[in-house]
């Protein structure tokens, strides 16, 4: 699907909403809302939204018809995913067949996190089922994972930028 990324900036203000058409006509309806916290340096930055349709989203086929990887930001293969972010990151939605295997290795030091939407996975000897997420070490590169069962997950990995979240209102 497609990705609204936001930089809230010095302040933004955004409606949340879906089409007439879904409206009238119902269904399923997923979606994920991640808040990633800006350097100090860039708190004040002039607010930014950028449409990422699903057309845009970079797509790497894994080995062995194993899945695929799609970029919403930082690179994997020698590709780049279209989000322009402020801090070195991945964010990859990763599909995966069964018995399918994915060796996304992330540099070391980064802060690493994989959420698993449907499925189940192995992540690095670990089991982890739908709607569960785990956090990696920061020491080694290696995440391997392995479906258990067809699976849909989020792997979400950054540079630490060591500062403190402030929360304030229903804003953070």
């Not at 939605?93 to 994989?114: F, H, R, Y």
């Not at 995440?143 to 209102?169: C, H, M, N, T, Y």
Request: charged content about 20%; aromatic content about 8%.
């Amino acid at each position: 699907g497609d990705c609204q990324w936001m930089t809230a900036g010095r302040g933004i203000q955004h409606s949340e909403f879906h089409s007439k058409s879904f409206s009238e006509s119902g269904g399923n309806f997923e979606m994920i809302q991640l808040w990633i916290n800006l350097p100090k340096k860039f708190k004040n930055t002039k607010p930014k939204y950028q449409s990422i349709t699903a057309q845009r989203v970079v797509e790497v086929p894994l080995p062995e018809e194993s899945g695929a990887v799609r970029m919403f930001a930082g690179t994997f293969e020698g590709k780049t995913g279209p989000a322009k972010t402020f801090t070195p990151m991945n964010v990859w939605n990763i599909s995966l067949n069964k018995q399918g295997v994915a060796n996304v290795s992330q540099p070391e030091g980064w802060t690493t996190m994989v959420a698993v939407l449907k499925g189940l996975v192995r992540v690095n000897g670990t089991d982890v089922n739908a709607h569960e997420l785990i956090q990696l070490s920061n020491e080694g590169d290696g995440v391997r994972i392995e479906a258990k069962q067809a699976s849909v997950l989020l792997l979400l990995a950054g540079e630490p930028i060591d500062e403190p979240i402030a929360g304030e209102g229903p804003f953070v």
